[in-house]
């Protein structure tokens, strides 16, 4: 989390192509386990479904050359409680969060 105050909060994630390909048409998801629910994103097109969110790459930048990260985040509400979101995935695939 970037920044936090009462029942609300900012994060960013950052997607690096680690891998000797052009990653083509990303998304990105990671999944709530506090009930956190997404008040609005920026540089991506963002949904929430149940605890699951996921971004989709914007028009102007669908592709992610070999080494090229990209920034993508967002706003939300919590409670009381509020820990980092898990199960990172890019494309479908598990990645690292951190």
């Known amino acids: 989390m970037e920044h936090s105050w ?6 960013s994630a950052t997607i690096t ?3 000797p390909d052009t990653l ?5 998801a990671m999944t709530f386990t506090a009930g956190q629910r ?3 994103g920026w540089n991506g097109t963002w949904t929430q479904r149940g605890n ?3 971004a989709l790459a914007p028009s102007w930048k669908t592709d992610l050359r ?8 967002f706003n939300g509400s919590s409670a009381a409680s509020n820990p980092a979101p898990t199960g990172f995935t890019v494309n479908g695939a598990a990645c690292p969060a951190g």
Do not use: D, M
Request: charged share 20%; hydrophobic share 30%; aromatic share 10%.
């Open 38 to 40: 997404l008040t609005e």
């Open 6 to 11: 009462p029942n609300g909060f900012t994060a």
């Open 24 to 28: 083509r048409s990303w998304s990105l």
């Open 17 to 19: 192509n680690r891998g």
């Open 52 to 54: 699951r969110l996921t």
């Open 66 to 73: 070999p080494g090229e990260a990209f920034t993508t985040g």
